[in-house]
């Protein structure tokens, strides 16, 4: 057993490596869509845990024992802000992991990382490449048995679309044109970030007031269809009035 040069209590484990979250818009996109929808699917759950980039520590007393998920999930963690994940602080290690591969990180993904989180038990292992320059197909996924991981199956779409499914958070994982989407298979809708959900609910109040509007003109053109039509039958009537008076004025 390795003894300690300090006490557990004064080693620094780091919150960051002073490197840029992603190395460019073809991951950044991806991976802040992949934490922003997966926090608002979960967000009334209160013991499942969606973070991203965070270093993630596995041994006490170690700090060089340490990973960074491009996106994990941990169900069974208490949902609160953190500065870095600490394994022996926590209930439990991650459940899901997304890596979003590219150049500098291809090796890694494959090697290392797959190795480690192997070893702390994460249930499904996924990785996309935004570029497709890397991976082949683009999103792979595998589930962890006995200790090893096993390719998860994935289907090809009549549109296309590559189509697969999370145990573990209980979504599909879609690729269509290139574009990562997790999908609800019980609501069969597609899960939005922040932004896109923005954009959506104003979509849909321009759409209301539209309807309304339209509504509005619709119930104007009735009152003044119905206006014409009590003024064309008022009309009617006076004429009606008129010739009965000239009959009988002929007849007098």
Known sequence: MST?????????????????????????????YAVESLRIYFQDREDVYVSGNMFVYYEQGNPKAVVAPDVFVVIGAPRHDRASYKL??????PDFVLEITSKSTY??????????????????????????????????????IERNYWPLPARRESNGSLLMHSVALGLDVQVTDGKLRFHDPVTGRILHSHAEAVQAWQQAEQAQRQAEQAQRQAEQAQRQAEARADYEAAQRQALQVRLAELEAQLRG
């Open 88 to 93: 022996w602080e926590e209930p439990k290690g």
């Open 107 to 144: 090796t890694e993904d494959q090697g290392v990382k797959r190795g480690v989180y192997a070893l702390l038990g994460v249930r499904e292992y996924w990785q996309y490449d935004p570029t497709g320059d890397y991976l082949k197909p683009v999103l792979q996924g595998w589930q962890l």
């Open 4 to 32: 300690l040069l300090y006490p557990v209590s004064v080693i620094d484990y780091p919150d960051e490596d002073g490197q840029p979250m992603a190395e460019s818009d073809f991951q950044r996109t991806p991976l802040i």
